[in-house]
């Protein structure tokens, strides 16, 4: 049988489906639609974005997996990693080449053999520790350099706001 | 029209639009040049270079060793895909090679997996590969046409780069002790193949040939067609002091098939 985008996904689904890594849901929208995704993260303990459940959109091209996907948060997001209309920038989106943001030689990047698992791991670890190297959110980037207080307090509002909470 | 130069504000994500043209021109590669295209003659090389003196004279001494050429599709992939077409096709006239090499085949995996590449996405990758590398074990005189397709259908021919790309990788992983000296700049051997090896479209170097030919224990001929001083194109045979079961040859950038006269 040859490659298949499809069969691929379909496996990836199937094996988050029995294997859920712990605060992460994700799969097909629509089963009729394998290439496009919603995937909900938990936001990690012990950071400012703890309890929050943020909801992402993960959009796969035809020749996936020799091609990353991209993903989107839907919710409003204040990170330096995350562009100001939820696209998330990190470097396992990115194969090498790909690379405007200028990425450190020594991160993760996308090959055929990663998967939309390593991807969501990664973008867990992005939320507990942000690069403020990468520019997506500029404003974001300086505020948790220069003020980590004021950078909570917005963390921790958009967290209240994912969970229907008033802010 | 203020200073602020909108285009560069954070969240307009240039890098989306700077990748949308490079997809593009991909696109209008890709849609221009077969995968793996037909065997032509030499001739249509030197056709190429007529009016350029220094080629010239190489591909008229390389048309003296030479009489076929099968061009790749120039996608970043070209070392890879040319390696494996080449080395398939060979098998198809050398069974008892075919039947070791099936072995080496099998086995491959299980190195991997063992090198800690993950089972779950690798086995896709390594299946396609067995099932092509099928077809060169074929007796059927028309084992030569199915492998030729399958080697020009994307499902097939870029599952066996990314098969041969994660061999390689394993191999310079396996001996890193010794490739580390090969890499420039700081980077470990595992980041250099996260990055250079393991990615689709990356370009091969010397480093990526050595590495596959060592997996594989295929002795690779490339002949290089440059700007260097020599009246002939250069022969570099990988690993070193080997025998040659396949030519290729080099261009800036750029892998073809070979076959000698």
């Known amino acids: 049988m040859s490659g298949s985008a499809l069969r691929r996904l379909m496996a990836e689904y199937k094996q988050l489906t029995l294997n859920p890594p712990e605060g992460i849901i994700a799969g097909p929208i629509n089963e009729e639609n394998f290439f496009e995704w919603e995937a909900l993260i938990t936001g990690p303990d012990g950071t400012c974005f703890e309890g929050g459940v943020f909801p992402a959109k993960l959009v796969f091209p035809s020749d996936y997996p020799l091609s990353p996907p991209k993903m989107q948060f839907t919710c409003e997001m204040f990170h330096p990693n995350i562009y100001t209309d939820g696209k998330v920038c990190i470097s396992i989106l990115h194969a090498a080449g790909d690379d405007p943001m200028g990425y450190e030689s020594s991160a993760e990047r996308w090959s055929p053999v990663q998967s939309v698992e390593k991807i969501l791991l990664s973008v867990v670890s992005m939320l507990a520790e942000p690069n403020d190297e990468s520019g997506a959110n500029v404003d974001a980037a300086k505020m948790w350099r220069e003020n980590r207080e004021e950078f909570n307090k917005i963390a921790q509002r958009i967290v209240r706001k994912t969970l229907g909470i008033p802010t | ?261």
Request: with cysteine; charged share 25%.
């Open chain 2, 1 to 261: 029209m203020g200073d602020s130069g909108g285009e560069f504000e954070s969240g307009k994500n240039q890098d989306d639009l700077i990748m949308q043209r490079q997809r593009e021109i991909e696109k209008e590669i890709n849609e221009s040049i077969m995968l793996v295209g037909d065997k032509e003659s030499l001739s249509t090389l030197e056709a190429e270079y007529l009016s350029d003196e220094i080629y010239k004279l190489k591909v008229k001494d390389l048309a003296t060793k030479y009489k076929n050429i099968r061009r790749t599709r120039p996608d970043g992939n070209c070392f890879f895909r040319a390696f494996a077409y080449a080395y398939f096709e060979s098998l198809l006239d050398h069974k008892e090679d075919y039947n070791s090499f099936y072995n080496i085949a099998v086995e491959s995996k299980k190195k991997l997996i063992s090198l800690g590449f993950p089972q779950f996405t690798l086995e896709d990758f390594h299946d396609t590969f067995m099932e092509v590398l099928a077809i060169a074990g074929k007796e059927e005189p028309n084992a030569h046409d199915e492998l030729h397709a399958a080697f020009n259908n994307q499902g097939y021919s870029n599952y066996v780069v990314v098969y041969l790309r994660l061999l390689a990788s394993g191999q310079l992983q396996q001996d890193a002790d010794f490739y580390q000296h090969f890499i420039e700049g700081d980077r470990t051997i595992t980041e250099f193949c996260h990055q250079e090896v393991e990615p689709m479209f990356r370009e091969s170097d010397h480093i990526h040939i050595i590495a596959l030919s060592t997996a594989l224990n295929v002795g690779v001929r490339v002949r290089y067609l440059d700007r260097g001083e020599s009246t002939e194109a250069i022969a570099h045979d990988f690993p070193e002091g080997t025998q040659p079961t396949i030519h290729l040859l080099y261009r800036p950038s750029h892998y073809d098939i070979l076959y000698p006269i």
